[in-house]
Antibody
Framework: QVQLVQSGAEVKKPGASVKVSCKAS????????MHWVRQAPGQGLEWMGR????????NYAQKFQGRVTMTRDTSISTAYMELSRLRSDDTAVYYC?????????????????WGQGTLVTVSS | EIVLTQSPATLSLSPGERATLSCRAS??????LAWYQQKPGQAPRLLIY???NRATGIPARFSGSGSGTDFTLTISSLEPEDFAVYYC?????????FGPGTKVDIK
């Protein structure tokens, strides 16, 4: 079955960077966009961007432009999200989520399934 | 940016009752709206996409309707596992946004 397994929790100081990984299995990794969504404690969901694992092409939410970098390693079916210049309000659970439709269709930009989430805590 | 508003914020119901959740967009999103369910400590799960299509494996008691700016998620008869938070999401112009959520809790 399709599964996304993310890396473990991180604690970072303000101004640092964090890189979260998302290992995919159960499907053709290069065939579906991978999205990243975050959720601050007790808050709602916020889309950060997506990557086409086949081409490496990315689309980022304007809010995160210049601070986020999404990459992938197709040899190990893993997507990465790196967020730099961390602030306290970046404290959140970060999720990877596969697009619901194949990239060949342009993607659906609906998100399913999701990884288990990675808690990133930014604190001095 | 398209803003999604969900109502009510909390819905208190008993198992077996019908739940009706609302999502309103600040401008038309056509039928490009999805619904997700999130239980405590878990990742969200896609329930409905393109306003009215059930995702794979989603029970028939979940249904979605609407277009333009007004959308509804209906759970025809609440099961114990349906008590959760529900989010709507739109996918317009790479500014994908979510609503603030509706919590369905046990009365």
């Amino acid at each position: 079955q399709v599964q996304l397994v993310q890396s473990g929790a991180e604690v970072k100081k303000p101004g640092a960077s964090v890189k979260v990984s998302c290992k995919a299995s159960g499907y053709t990794f290069t065939g579906y966009y991978m999205h990243w969504v975050r959720q601050a404690p007790g808050q709602g969901l916020e889309w950060m961007g997506r990557i086409n694992p086949n081409s490496g092409g990315t689309n980022y939410a304007q809010k995160f432009q210049g601070r986020v970098t999404m990459t992938r390693d197709t040899s190990i079916s893993t997507a990465y999200m790196e967020l730099s210049r961390l602030r306290s309000d970046d404290t959140a659970v970060y999720y990877c989520a596969r697009d619901y439709a194949a990239a060949g269709t342009g993607g659906a930009n609906w998100f399913d399934p999701w990884g288990q989430g990675t808690l990133v805590t930014v604190s001095s | 940016e398209i803003v999604l508003t969900q109502s009510p914020a909390t819905l208190s119901l008993s198992p077996g009752e019908r739940a009706t959740l609302s999502c309103r967009a600040s401008q038309s999103v056509s039928s490009y709206l999805a619904w997700y369910q999130q239980k405590p400590g878990q990742a969200p799960r896609l329930l409905i996409y393109d306003a009215s299509n059930r995702a794979t494996g989603i029970p028939a008691r979940f249904s979605g309707s609407g277009s333009g700016t007004d959308f509804t998620l209906t759970i025809s008869s609440l099961e114990p596992e349906d008590f959760a938070v529900y989010y709507c999401q739109q996918r317009s112009n790479f500014l994908f946004t979510f609503g603030p959520g509706t919590k369905v809790d046990i009365k």
